[in-house]
């Protein structure tokens, strides 16, 4: 009975040292990820506190897009942002600048009012006859 109590033991502790082994990887791994996301809210803060709206023509859609660039790096690449908060990325590429447009202007679920004012003339001119300012007076 005890070479058999000694088996299982040596089993359950080889078990405990395997489960070990994997806690003490997970930690690691999760002490990796927490460095990277604090990383990069470090870049956002700084990147914030670094540009003054409307000084050297920064608007609100320059830091937006700069905190996507943040924000989208993945592990093991380098967050666009040195010490003192200023941009190191790259400002120019087509996706940015989509990105900036649609920042720039947001979508409303009306139309502009140039585009109803457009619209109305186009219509006037074929489909009715519009009074003049003195006519609609009198």
């Not at 994997?22 to 870049?43: A, C, I, N, P, V």
């Not at 660039?69 to 666009?80: A, R, Y």
């Amino acid at each position: 009975k005890s070479e058999a109590a000694l088996t299982e033991a040596n089993k359950k502790a080889m078990e405990l040292t395997n489960r070990v082994a994997e806690l003490e990887l997970l930690l690691q791994k999760s002490e990796e990820d927490k460095e990277f996301y604090f990383d990069k809210l470090r870049g956002v803060e700084a990147l914030v506190q670094a540009n003054d709206l409307g000084t050297n023509g920064i608007t609100a859609a320059h830091v937006v897009q700069r905190i996507g660039k943040v924000l989208s790096v993945e592990q093991g690449e380098e967050i666009p942002i040195d010490e003192s908060g200023s941009f190191t990325g790259n400002d120019n590429d087509a996706e940015d600048d989509a990105m900036m447009d649609v920042v720039a202007e947001p979508s409303s679920p009306y139309p502009a009012a140039s585009d109803l004012l457009q619209e109305v003339a186009d219509e006037g001119s074929d489909d009715m006859d519009l009074m003049s300012p003195s006519e609609l007076m009198a």
